[in-house]
């Protein structure tokens, strides 16, 4: 394919996202709904199963895989393995083209890449859900248009910070009498250098698509260094780029994969390597920390985890906050990094439309509204998806442990999936005085991330204690997300200035169809990059500025 | 004065300045003519010696100063000494109300301070010119209109980074024949907290407008750490700036002045501590080194040394070459971190419209223009300035013995300031022969930086040689600026590709009256923040966008 049909085909594209970060009102080009994407998804699942996922890659010296689907399948599909001394130096070699081709060119090849990767949803969405553990309704839509939307996002933002300066500028200089002084300039936007992407377990295209896309944008190869349990639809991915690259004329080496062996740890000796001066990565906090204070000869962008609060004060539809809550906590068992953990709930209750609700009561309508969303076997296994590791469901058993339980874990059968193991979430109440948390040290369970279904009702002294230890949790733990509940004008400022304060992205009173762990592309910002969560929120300026550097040549004219 | 009153009277600069780095044309509002400006300065800056700088910043608990002019005056100026612990709080206490007046009031705030800095052009020329040693038409020039010019770029490009996204946004989402979802969003710009910019002795007000106005225009308070030798033009600056703040009804501790007493160190204490969230720092390697690996709390900014290298192939116009290069070597004594220090010359000559012309000619020929150009004491005083402090001295006296002279330093006497050293720059012929710097731990004297007035005619053993050499250089020390002399398409086109590639910034053929270690705000980035010399560039959206974060707040709507 041609750059000039590639421009045809996705400019407008490109000018709608640049329009719709600008607006940040409701766009997007990838529809949701599975109906509106042809083939047969799971077909085409089925035939990469067993089987090897060929790349072409320079340097490959061994196949290696071993995922099994958090369902109970064996996916047996192997990916080449990198001889890193090889690969390297072959994903540099077409840079200089790469860069030649300027802004608009890296944009809409990018694009290419999404569309075809669109293209392919369905197949996508059961890759995602055999290696997340997602259910396949979310799979699909948070693996598939979500996940491109975070990807087309951050092109367009990539595309407008190059296309700030202009590619070359006539200064000309008065000089009173004299002739003025004049030199001709050209700028050019040049990549840092390669790229590293280090993918995630639960959300390996959503969580990988923004680095990859903003990089490989600014001009820079990219290398993909997959979760090892969630290698395939990154393999996809590289696959896809790999094609549309060498269809348009550039160095299908620009981007690559770097599976590893089991227990290889590859992520700790490539994050260092000179070569790699970009990283993105999601993940835990300790190896998130340990890239940033020694990756230091790159720019490296982490997610990690935070302890993610919903202050309940007040409400004006009790029902509609319950349900919101109850699906906030289900959706994927809670293993995402926005869902909230810590309800922060006055120990002498809260006004609701439906009356004064002790705090007991609270708890208590909150569990039975979690119970009555997930009664259903088959609704709660749409809903829940599979525990993406045991790591989760051991967290999840010990969980119990920590106070009085008052909503216990339910164990649920996978009609098609026996070995799936799949669990409804638990409340757990726990003191939120004070004196718990307000001492150096202290142990109190809330002020830990426990990452999965697991959510704790912390009876705070008051509104007014709830916002102190909400301000302490962020800025010790950091937050990905923050809720509120509230009637009264008086929190509701108080509670922004907290966010405000500390940085991070605050929901008010959500009671219908959007839920607190939910962002949404081209509108609302995912984390904010100053807290202790992340150092960068999905998607800003300061994501694209620093992947390129702008060389300027200037001449006598 | 009332912020309607300011976006009245700045609304349009800021506009003019916005189209400026879109454009990146010629653009000033600070005329460069002393004729342009009234008032004593020299009278105003008088009133100043032995005086103390009254700021009226709580916990001050001493006075301290010291400062002696390059050109032997003692200013015998005092300096309140900050009690950190007491102001440090008292510079926050003014941020939510400077976050919540908005991009566009930072903004006009931030030009007023700059439009009554510019007034008083002609007093900062002096107190400039007698804390770096700068001669007075440079230190007018680059420390007046030039400094502010840097500072205006950097509030436009901090206003457009934080007006990309909208304040508020209406998002409905369509759920087919349902009502659709909606929210109403709101995005504040939030400053990361205090920020910290430790001036360099140079260029005071150069290097540290940038960094000053990018984080206060971004939201964040300012504590300025002066250079021992530099208190006065950035306390000039920091009375300024508390003026307008509190006449436009923000806290005037917004900035604030951290003088030292002599030997504190106070920079090292300062740049890591948990308040300190930004750093913008000039000077040496070894202290921002320290600072990007120590100061882990804090966006860290840094401009370092780096070797800056003129590659001379060929030319057409050889004399417009040598006067060219002889006033970039004699500008401030060789002072400025974008003056050439290696100038790269075939060892076989080069061709020229005036014949071929040997090594030893052409650096012979360069010596002469030297020569020529300060060949008149007081045109040398004009061009020289004074050297800033004694290493600079004794550099220049080391460098006779690192090869054969061609042009040794001549001391010149200042008809009006007796104490003041002024030197002419000093050439050295070394060997560039590729066998002395192509191996590892290479003692070659190109190699490292010479700051002042020393540069290296370096012969090498072609433009091929030469090319490379150049890479390793930038690569390995970094570079400022890059320049060279070419007739051939070819070469012209291989040292863009060295300079894209390694990231520095490249001036080819400059005969005229643009010299290679000068850049012109709004139009020309000064560094590229990709090699070894600087993390950062002046100024683009990498400087600005993560000074602040966006925080957003969504209701159900």
Chains 1, 2 share one sequence.
């Not at 549309?244 to 740890?265: C, I, K, M, Q, Y």
């Not at 993940?283 to 990690?304: I, P």
């Amino acid at each position: 394919m041609q750059l000039t049909e590639l421009s045809q085909t996705h400019r407008p594209t490109l000018d709608q996202a640049l329009e719709a970060i600008r607006t940040r009102e409701y766009w997007t080009p990838h529809p949701e709904h599975p109906k509106a994407y042809s083939g047969d998804g799971k077909a085409a699942f089925d035939a990469l199963l067993g089987g090897r996922i060929e790349l072409n890659q320079p340097g490959t010296d061994d196949w290696t895989g071993g995922e099994v689907s958090p369902y109970g399948v064996e996916l047996g599909i192997t990916y080449p393995h990198p001889d890193l001394d090889v690969l390297l130096p072959a994903m540099s070699a077409g840079t200089a083209a790469w860069r030649a081709a300027g802004p608009e060119a890296r944009a809409v090849v990018c694009l290419e890449i999404l569309a075809r990767i669109s293209a392919r949803t369905p197949e996508f969405a059961h890759a995602v859900m055999h290696t997340s553990g997602q259910a396949f309704m979310m799979a699909f839509q948070a693996g598939g248009p979500h996940a491109q939307d975070r990807g087309l996002e951050a092109v367009a933002y990539a595309y407008a910070e190059q296309v700030r300066t202009p590619s070359s500028a006539d200064w000309s200089k008065p000089q009173g009498k004299r002739d003025p002084l004049e030199l001709r300039k050209s700028f050019t936007a040049v990549g840092r250098g390669i790229s590293l992407l280090i993918g995630c377990n639960t959300f390996p295209t959503w969580n990988g698509y923004p680095g990859l896309f903003a990089s490989l944008a600014t001009g820079n190869p990219v290398l993909v260094k997959p979760h090892p349990r969630a290698v395939l639809p990154l393999a996809l991915t590289v696959q896809v780029a790999r094609e549309v690259l060498s269809e348009a004329g550039f160095d299908a080496n620009l981007v690559a994969l770097a599976a590893e062996r089991p227990g290889e740890g590859i992520a700790k000796s490539l994050a260092v390597r000179p070569e790699i001066r970009i990283i993105d990565y999601t993940g835990s906090t300790t190896f998130g920390d340990w890239l940033e204070a020694n990756a230091r000869q790159a720019q490296v962008y982490t997610e990690k985890a935070g302890v993610n609060t919903v202050v309940v004060d007040s409400t004006d539809n009790y029902k509609g906050m319950l349900s919101n809550l109850a699906f906030s906590l289900s959706l994927y068992s809670g293993q995402m990094c926005t869902t909230p953990q810590n309800l922060l709930i006055p120990a002498d209750g809260i006004t609701t439309d439906a009356g004064h609700k002790t705090y007991d009561e609270v708890v208590a309508d909150l569990a039975a509204a979690v119970g009555g969303l997930l009664g259903d076997d088959a609704r709660a296994n749409a809903l829940l998806g599979a525990l993406v590791n045991p790591d989760v469901r051991d967290r999840l058993e010990a969980a119990a442990g920590l106070g009085e339980v008052a909503l216990a874990s339910r164990e649920i059968a996978h009609p098609d999936f026996p070995d799936a193991v799949v669990r409804t979430p638990a409340i757990v109440k726990l003191d939120g005085a004070r004196k718990h948390w307000d001492t150096a040290g202290s142990d109190a369970a809330y002020l830990s991330e426990c990452f999965g279904p697991v959510s704790f009702a912390v009876a705070v002294e008051s509104t007014r204690s709830a916002l102190d230890l909400l301000r302490h949790t962020i800025r010790d733990k950091g937050a990905m997300t923050v809720g509120a509940y509230t009637t009264s004008t008086e929190v509701e400022q108080a509670v922004e200035e907290v966010c405000l304060e500390e940085c991070a992205q605050l929901s008010l009173n959500l009671t219908g169809g959007v839920y607190v762990n939910q962002t949404a592309a081209f509108s609302d910002f995912h984390g904010s990059g100053g807290n202790p969560a992340a150092n960068a929120a999905l998607c800003d300026g300061a994501f694209v500025a620093n992947r390129f550097r702008m060389v300027e040549v200037r001449r006598q004219a």
